[in-house]
């Protein structure tokens, strides 16, 4: 079993020297997908819930191929917040919102499988954000 994760924290301690990391900025998005790609059965992932719409979807669209090509890996959605901000006057998506939201939600969806698990923003957190 190999840990990763497409979390990184640049200050020390950082992550456990177990977990390789899968530095977007550092791999560039193909070495990042070329590394998920070879994960097998028993690996275990951590992705990026909380990012920004760049890097949202990059993630996303990692969770959703480890569904669908990569089954038997396990997958942890840290801040699984993937969706538009809670106010739609706050959503650079203005009228579009309610689509956004539903275009969102189906995605994390897609995302579903035996092996994945999605970590959450607690009451207090929610509040702060």
């Given at each position: 079993?190999?840990?990763?994760?497409?979390?990184?924290c640049d200050e020390?301690?950082?992550?456990?020297?177990d977990v390789t990391?899968?530095?977007?900025?550092?791999?560039?998005?193909?070495?990042?997908?070329?590394?998920?790609?070879?994960?097998?059965?028993?690996?275990?992932i951590l992705l990026?819930?909380?990012?920004?719409?760049?890097?949202?979807?990059?993630?996303?669209?990692?969770?959703?191929?480890?569904?669908?090509?990569?089954?038997?890996?396990?997958?942890?959605?840290?801040?699984?917040?993937?969706?538009?901000?809670?106010?739609?006057?706050?959503?650079?998506?203005?009228?579009?919102?309610?689509?956004?939201?539903?275009?969102?939600?189906?995605?994390?969806?897609?995302?579903?499988?035996?092996?994945?698990?999605?970590?959450?923003?607690?009451?207090?957190?929610?509040?702060?954000?």
């Amino acid at each position: 079993m190999a840990l990763y994760s497409t979390i990184w924290c640049d200050e020390k301690p950082g992550l456990h020297p177990d977990v390789t990391v899968l530095h977007r900025e550092r791999d560039g998005r193909r070495g990042v997908f070329r590394a998920v790609r070879g994960l097998k059965a028993g690996d275990a992932i951590l992705l990026n819930g909380a990012l920004g719409a760049r890097d949202l979807w990059f993630d996303m669209l990692l969770a959703i191929y480890l569904r669908v090509a990569k089954r038997a890996v396990g997958v942890l959605i840290s801040d699984a917040t993937w969706h538009p901000r809670a106010v739609p006057l706050n959503s650079r998506a203005k009228l579009a919102f309610p689509l956004y939201a539903w275009l969102l939600r189906a995605l994390l969806r897609l995302s579903r499988g035996p092996h994945t698990h999605y970590g959450f923003l607690s009451t207090a957190e929610a509040d702060i954000v």
